[in-house]
C-alpha cells in the first residue's frame, strides 16, 4: 500500500508539472503532499506493528492509516481529473511523463465521449434538464485505472521500487 501510495504522488507531481491551469496544479501538489504524508505514517505504523506483534491498538491504527491513505488517494485522482480537463501541456521526452499524460489522454477521451453521447441520447424533463435516473456515470480516472486488467499493467507480485520501472508500470 505503501508504495502504491508513493506510485500516486509520482503520478501527481508529473500532473501538475504539466498542469496549465495554476489553480488546479496548486490543488493536486497539495494533495500529493498529503499523500506522501499518509503514505509515510502508514509505512512507519506498519513496521512499528510488525516488531509490536498483534495488538488491537495497533490494529486499529494501521486500518485507519490504510483508510487514510484510499481518501488521499482518491483527492489526488479528483485533483488529476481537474487538472486533465483543464488542459496539460505537451510532455518532455521522458517516457514515464509521456505514460502519464496518455494515460490522462485516454480517460478525456473516454469522458468526451460519454459526454456526447448523454448529450445526443439523455432524457430531459419538460423544464429542459436532465433526468438522473437513468443517466450513466461518467467516467473517472479511478474507475479507469480499475478497469485495466492485471497482466497490462505489469504489476510486479512484491512491488518494490526498482530502477528503471514507470510510474504507470504499477496500479494506483
Not at 488546479?24 to 490543488?27: A, K, L, N, T
Given at each position: 500500500?505503501?508504495?502504491?501510495?508513493?506510485?500516486?504522488?509520482?503520478?501527481?507531481?508529473?500532473?501538475?508539472?504539466?498542469?496549465?491551469?495554476q489553480r488546479?496544479?496548486?490543488?493536486l501538489l497539495r494533495a500529493t503532499e498529503h499523500?506522501?504524508?499518509?503514505?509515510?505514517?502508514?509505512g512507519i505504523v506498519a513496521r512499528v506493528k510488525a516488531v509490536t506483534g498483534?495488538?488491537?491498538?495497533?490494529?486499529?491504527?494501521?486500518?485507519?492509516?490504510?483508510?487514510?491513505?484510499?481518501?488521499?488517494?482518491?483527492?489526488v485522482l479528483r485533483?488529476?481529473?481537474?487538472?486533465?480537463?483543464?488542459?496539460l501541456g505537451q510532455p518532455p521526452a521522458d517516457p514515464e511523463e509521456e505514460e502519464v499524460a496518455a494515460f490522462c489522454q485516454q480517460w478525456r477521451k473516454s469522458l468526451t465521449q460519454h459526454r456526447a453521447k448523454e448529450a445526443?441520447?439523455?432524457?430531459?424533463?419538460?423544464?429542459?434538464?436532465?433526468?438522473t435516473g437513468g443517466a450513466k456515470a461518467e467516467p473517472t480516472l479511478m474507475s479507469l485505472?480499475?478497469?485495466?486488467?492485471?497482466?497490462?499493467?505489469?504489476?510486479?507480485?512484491?512491488p518494490s521500487p526498482r530502477k528503471g520501472h514507470t510510474v504507470m508500470d504499477r496500479h494506483l
Open positions: 500500500m505503501v508504495s502504491d501510495g508513493q506510485v500516486v504522488v509520482k503520478f501527481g507531481n508529473i500532473l501538475a508539472k504539466h498542469c496549465l491551469d488546479c496544479s496548486m490543488e499523500t506522501q504524508s499518509i503514505s509515510s505514517q502508514l498483534e495488538s488491537r491498538a495497533s490494529s486499529e491504527l494501521l486500518l485507519s492509516n490504510v483508510q487514510n491513505l484510499l481518501q488521499a488517494v482518491q483527492h485533483a488529476a481529473e481537474a487538472a486533465c480537463v483543464k488542459g445526443l441520447n439523455s432524457a430531459r424533463d419538460e423544464l429542459g434538464l436532465r433526468k485505472v480499475q478497469e485495466q486488467p492485471p497482466q497490462s499493467r505489469n504489476i510486479p507480485k512484491h
